[in-house]
């Protein structure tokens, strides 16, 4: 398998006075993989480890979304997940890529859905894992255990709260190292990033912001993007409870439940979701589904 690190697959790009900063690795049909949102979040914490498995297959691109890693904020004039969906349109456009197959974790998953809401034709699959958006909660109390940890940490950000944040993503408590929350910490400590991130949450919960949106979820029946969602049982961020939802209303939908795995899919079952995503982003479309 190839070795690919942070340095050799860095690129940084100025693009409609925005800032972007994003890995690129492999060729072929362009994937492009969306992280989740957090203090201290990138693309590179969240997917490194999967990158050199997808771009075997695939051009893959992980850029940080606005507002987090090297990617600068911009104006947050609607709900985050709608200003970040036409940048990514805009960053598609500098790539010289007019459609991709997506994956999108959480946060990333909310971005991709409200891309293939208002530019169908730019998103040809995409892959969500414990995601927002398309999601309804329907059982778990609201805001979830993994909301409450992070709204804490914004608060007061001190080890002890990121500590208690991470511990809600994951289901076994094992995968927290202290180099993982080094990290974590380092990254969200940097200059400008506790409020870039207070910002971007904020602008979801924002009543002035939330008067002239559309929740996605109340057009997921429109939504005729070929979708795979997977979600981890034991999620303590987007509770599992939240995919039915969106498994009953999008028209082309498969759901993926992942035992003993909570918000990090990608990295508590890291084998099995590379396996599922890259047989789902490659199958055959049936001659029904084109004629």
């Known amino acids: 398998m190839t070795t690919l690190t942070y340095e050799?697959?860095?690129?940084?790009?100025?693009?409609?006075?925005?800032?972007?900063?994003?890995?690129?690795?492999?060729e072929g049909e362009p994937l492009i993989m969306l992280h989740g949102?957090?203090?201290?979040?990138?693309?590179?914490?969240?997917?490194?480890?999967?990158?050199?498995?997808?771009a075997e297959r695939f051009r893959t691109v992980?850029?940080?979304?606005?507002?987090?890693?090297?990617?600068?904020?911009?104006?947050?004039?609607?709900?985050?997940?709608?200003?970040?969906?036409?940048?990514?349109?805009?960053?598609?456009d500098s790539l010289g890529i007019g459609s991709?197959?997506?994956?999108?974790?959480?946060?990333g998953g909310a971005v991709v859905a409200e891309l293939a809401a208002l530019h169908p034709e730019r998103v040809r699959r995409m892959a969500l894992m414990g995601s927002?958006?398309?999601?309804?909660?329907?059982?778990?109390?609201?805001?979830?255990?993994?909301?409450?940890?992070l709204f804490e940490f914004l608060d007061?950000?001190?080890?002890?709260?990121?500590?208690?944040?991470?511990?809600?993503?994951?289901?076994?408590?094992?995968?927290?190292?202290?180099?993982?929350?080094?990290?974590?910490?380092?990254?969200?400590?940097?200059?400008g990033v506790i409020g870039r991130t207070r910002a971007i949450i904020g602008s979801m919960f924002d009543p002035a912001r939330r008067a002239t949106y559309t929740p996605l979820w109340t057009k997921a029946a429109t939504i005729a993007t070929p979708t795979l969602m997977l979600w981890g049982r034991d999620d303590r961020m987007l509770p599992y409870d939240q995919a039915h939802f969106a498994n009953r209303w999008?028209?082309?939908?498969?759901?993926?439940?992942?035992?003993?795995?909570?918000?990090?899919?990608?990295?508590?079952?890291?084998a099995e979701f590379e396996r599922i995503v890259i047989e789902f982003l490659t199958r055959e479309t049936p001659e029904s589904d084109t004629a």
Not at 38 to 54: D, E, H, I, Q, T
Not at 252 to 269: M, N
């Open 132 to 149: 927002g958006g398309l999601s309804v909660g329907l059982f778990a109390a609201e805001p979830s255990e993994g909301f409450v940890r």
């Open 100 to 107: 991709a197959s997506f994956v999108g974790n959480s946060m």
């Open 250 to 270: 999008l028209p082309e939908v498969e759901l993926h439940t992942f035992a003993r795995c909570g918000h990090w899919v990608q990295i508590e079952r890291k």
């Open 62 to 92: 992980m850029p940080d979304l606005p507002g987090f890693g090297g990617s600068s904020l911009p104006e947050l004039d609607e709900v985050y997940p709608v200003v970040a969906a036409r940048k990514i349109a805009g960053f598609m």
């Open 156 to 191: 007061d950000p001190t080890r002890e709260r990121m500590t208690a944040w991470v511990r809600t993503m994951v289901s076994d408590p094992r995968r927290i190292t202290d180099e993982l929350i080094d990290e974590r910490m380092n990254n969200a400590l940097e200059e």
């Open 8 to 26: 050799s697959t860095r690129i940084t790009k100025d693009i409609d006075g925005l800032t972007f900063a994003y890995h690129e690795a492999g």
């Open 37 to 54: 949102s957090g203090p201290g979040v990138s693309a590179w914490s969240n997917y490194r480890y999967n990158l050199p498995v997808f």
